[in-house]
């Protein structure tokens, strides 16, 4: 819904020729003015509101011109306009910041999701030594891991560009670890990646544990 519309904040969006034509119509005495009905207001205003010129409103009403530019005066067309366009423009922004969030949500639990996938196995090779496990252990996931962080840190670093600059004397906006398991938190001006130890460590061991096995085959 619009504000109410004060003097001070009228606008109006008349050409020079436009003008003289109303003021010339004002000094013949408006006529035809009770000709306007609430149907051709309401199809003037809906034309307007979807972008056509006055010229083009006149032509595709088989209206004058004139009466057309009375009515926008009247009734503060231009004004309007601005703040019909001013609330969607605030609606888009809000619709914007929310979606960004949601999209770091998403990225978050889909490493959270990595992370259960893989750390019970690994931990598990690790520990007992038991390499044969690796054989049911899909490592291409892995590589949706890494490009869901990569996504992650851009989309953060989008978010703190929006949010605030960091300073000296504050952390910085974006902190996340790969190292481990991952949780989102907002706050007032920041998010945060917060983590646990161990995923990543675990993930060099197999790495290396794979480069060894490559080795010995040649």
């Known amino acids: 819904m619009t504000k109410e519309v004060t003097k001070e904040e009228r606008v109006n969006d008349f050409s020079p020729e436009e003008e003289t034509s109303l003021e010339e119509f004002r000094k013949a005495g408006r006529p035809g003015i009770l000709s306007i009905s609430d149907k051709n207001m309401s199809q003037w205003f809906a034309l307007y509101m979807s972008g056509k010129s006055y010229s083009e409103i006149a032509l595709i009403s088989k209206s004058k011109r004139v009466l057309i530019l009375h009515v926008s005066r009247t009734q503060n067309w231009a004004t309007l306009k601005k703040a019909y366009f001013s609330d969607i423009q605030r609606v888009i922004i809000e619709e914007v910041k929310n979606t960004r969030i949601e999209s770091v949500k998403f990225m978050t639990d889909l490493i959270r999701f990595i992370h259960k996938t893989y750390t019970d196995t690994m931990n598990d090779i690790l520990a007992t030594g038991d390499m044969s496990k690796l054989v049911n252990m899909d490592f291409k996931t892995l590589t949706y891991y890494f490009k869901a962080i990569e996504q992650l840190e851009k989309m953060l670093e989008n978010t703190s560009n929006k949010i605030r600059k960091p300073t000296k004397d504050k952390d910085p906006v974006v902190n996340i670890n790969i190292n481990a ?15 646990t130890q161990g995923f990543g460590d675990t993930l060099k061991k197999l790495s290396d544990f794979k480069k060894d096995k490559t080795n010995d085959k040649k």
């Open 181 to 195: 398991p991952s949780s989102l938190e907002t706050g007032e001006d920041d998010i945060n990646i917060k983590t």
